[in-house]
């Protein structure tokens, strides 16, 4: 599964926990999640390891293409939202 993202592109779903990741494949996201206190920008080629369960937001600053990789099973259902321009 691959998420293509236009500038300002808001994706939402519930993380599964431990167990998925999160790869920029092209342009600038940022994510944050549910009951972490921090927020993290990545970058082509970067990767982040979701660890906790809950919601999970992911905003394109550039055209993006992210690939979420799933390592256990169970996937989540996305909500995509799009920019107004």
Same mark, same amino acid.
């Given at each position: 599964?691959?998420?293509?993202? *236009? $500038?300002?592109?808001?994706?939402?779903? #519930?993380?599964?926990? !431990?167990?998925? !990741?999160? @790869? %920029?494949?092209?342009? $600038?996201?940022?994510?944050?999640?549910?009951? #972490?206190?921090?927020?993290?920008? &990545?970058?082509?080629?970067? +990767?982040?390891? &979701? !660890?906790?369960?809950? !919601? +999970?937001?992911?905003?394109? &600053?550039?055209?993006?293409? %992210? +690939?979420?990789?799933? &390592?256990? @099973?169970? +996937?989540?259902?996305? $909500?995509?939202?799009?920019?107004? *321009?």
């Amino acid at each position: 599964m691959h998420m293509q993202m *236009n $500038k300002g592109d808001l994706i939402t779903f #519930d993380s599964i926990g !431990r167990g998925m !990741r999160i @790869r %920029c494949a092209i342009g $600038k996201v940022w994510i944050t999640q549910e009951g #972490d206190s921090r927020d993290y920008l &990545l970058g082509t080629g970067q +990767v982040i390891e &979701l !660890r906790l369960r809950g !919601r +999970v937001a992911i905003t394109a &600053l550039d055209e993006s293409l %992210c +690939v979420p990789e799933f &390592l256990t @099973r169970g +996937v989540p259902s996305l $909500k995509v939202s799009h920019a107004c *321009n």
